[in-house]
């Protein structure tokens, strides 16, 4: 088949409008937007849950929209706003049952955020450098240590970057030009001979690593690096390899100028862990089905659940594991004749919207 892609350079922070992109919207929302027991609705904002007086289920989901409060009931709800907003939503949802926010009696939700570890490494050439898909080669020898002996630990994971250019390419060499020089130096010209790199390392789950509510409800992260050492390994290694690296028949090779940084919290990329499952509920908010320990009805599919996270994109993981709590969900609500799975899903779970699921 013709591809529809007109190669524009968008792919990495951009929806794509011609739909010729393998992302979310078009593998796997619109395939069943028209199954009779899918619903999608827009324009709401899912602002807090509400309980029965015991605080043992979910009796409401509160939404903002423009036309006011509008509120919805399900037999089960499946909460997956990410990692941030799933947490603030919790805790945003605390009544007399759980005056600490809702499924935290463990003081867990909303703790051991997680977002990588990540050096971006930028190199300018003095030749153009024709790279439309950039993001398109990895490279994981030294993810559980250094391969010459020197260190046994997990360094990471080093990809290349997409495409920068505009307020992408401005944030990323905001810290080390003036901010006046900033907007004159934002070219085409210079995206056009730069190529970049992502050093990533494990983040490690700390407790004080944390997203809460401000008095006013906004949502406020604190945030410490972690896990430092190694991470700084892999930023050496890559720098002596591109030091290194002679291509001659190729000027791209040529490097001119490099430069690396740590991201700040800004850069936060594939957020994790704030309401980690476990077998505990003293240590976690879920259960290994991912249901809450204090809730009989309330469920958590997305990247929050995650007790650590590794130095790669979690996505894959994520959608397995959703689909392996949705074969869960439907045992328990009896429509299905096989057991429920053991393992991340291999069968493709169905959204029951409309049927008992909100």
């Not at 398109?136 to 240590?145: E, H, I, K, P, V």
């Not at 990323?172 to 210079?190: A, N, R, T």
């Amino acid at each position: 088949m013709t591809s529809a892609c007109i190669k524009c350079k968008t792919c990495g922070g951009y929806p794509c409008l011609l739909k010729a992109k393998s992302d979310a919207r078009s593998i796997a929302i619109e395939p069943i937007m028209n199954l009779p027991n899918v619903t999608l609705l827009t324009g709401r904002k899912v602002v807090r849950l509400e309980t029965d007086p015991r605080g043992k289920s979910v009796t409401e989901v509160v939404c903002q929209t423009e036309q006011g409060e509008e509120r919805w009931t399900g037999d089960i709800v499946v909460l997956a706003a990410g990692a941030a907003n799933t947490a603030a939503v919790l805790l945003a949802s605390a009544n007399a049952a759980h005056p600490n926010g809702l499924a935290n009696g463990s003081d867990q939700v909303g703790r051991n955020y997680m977002f990588h570890t990540l050096t971006a490494m930028v190199s300018l050439t003095a030749a153009h450098v024709d790279i439309t898909f950039p993001k398109t080669l990895a490279c994981n020898d030294f993810y559980w240590g250094d391969p010459d002996g020197s260190f046994d630990k997990p360094m990471g994971h080093i990809q290349l970057l997409e495409y920068m250019s505009g307020q992408t390419l401005e944030g990323q060499v905001s810290d080390w030009l003036p901010p006046g020089l900033v907007p004159d130096v934002i070219s085409e010209g210079v995206a056009e001979r730069m190529l970049s790199m992502l050093v990533i390392s494990e983040d490690l789950p700390l407790p004080g690593n944390r997203v809460h509510l401000a008095k006013d409800g906004r949502i406020c992260v604190d945030y410490t690096y972690n896990n430092l050492e190694g991470h700084q390994r892999l930023v050496n290694r890559l720098h002596a390899s591109l030091d290194g690296f002679v291509d001659h028949a190729h000027p791209i090779s040529q490097h001119h100028f490099e430069m690396s940084s740590l991201l700040p919290l800004y850069g936060t990329a594939h957020q994790a862990g704030t309401v980690r499952f476990g077998t505990d509920p003293k240590s976690s908010v879920l259960d290994p089905w991912c249901k809450a320990h204090e809730l009989d009805n309330l469920y958590v599919t997305d990247t929050s659940v995650f007790p650590s996270i590794a130095a790669v994109n979690p996505t894959l993981t994520t959608v397995a594991n959703a689909m392996r709590v949705g074969d869960h969900l439907l045992e328990r609500l009896g429509r299905s004749k096989k057991p429920p799975a053991r393992a991340p899903g291999v069968k493709r779970s169905r959204s029951q919207a409309g049927e008992g699921l909100a």
